[in-house]
């Protein structure tokens, strides 16, 4: 099923540590035959989503810093069922651990 991208935004969450606030990609409600899918026959969630904010990243044995892999507006595909799902000024984010990133799209 096709996705897309929704508008870009700022938000005033900062994540903590190695976790991501992303923003799902909506899922397209036409066919690119122009056929039309009910609401309610989407029962996944898609998988694509677009990197709002990031955390400074986790501390190593020594003490030090290592960021994370991406950066704010990178675009990735993550896991299924990871996350914990928010809503903040009537829009769906989600806020993810790390090692829910399976890739970024390019």
């Known amino acids: 099923m096709a996705t897309k991208t929704k508008s870009k935004s700022t938000v005033a969450i900062r994540p903590l540590h190695d976790k991501i606030l992303v923003e799902r990609d909506e899922v397209e ?11 309610s026959s989407n029962t996944e969630k898609p998988q694509f989503a677009t990197v709002i904010a990031v ?7 020594a003490g030090q810093r290592i960021p994370l892999d991406v950066t704010k ?3 990735i595909i993550l896991s299924k ?5 928010i809503k903040l000024d009537g829009q769906d984010y989600l806020i993810i651990n790390a090692a829910d990133v399976l890739a970024i799209v390019d």
């Open 29 to 39: 409600s036409v066919t690119s035959a122009g056929i039309f899918i009910p609401e």
């Open 55 to 61: 955390g400074d990243g986790t501390l190593n044995d």
């Open 73 to 75: 507006g990178d675009r």
């Open 81 to 85: 069922w990871g996350g914990t799902d």
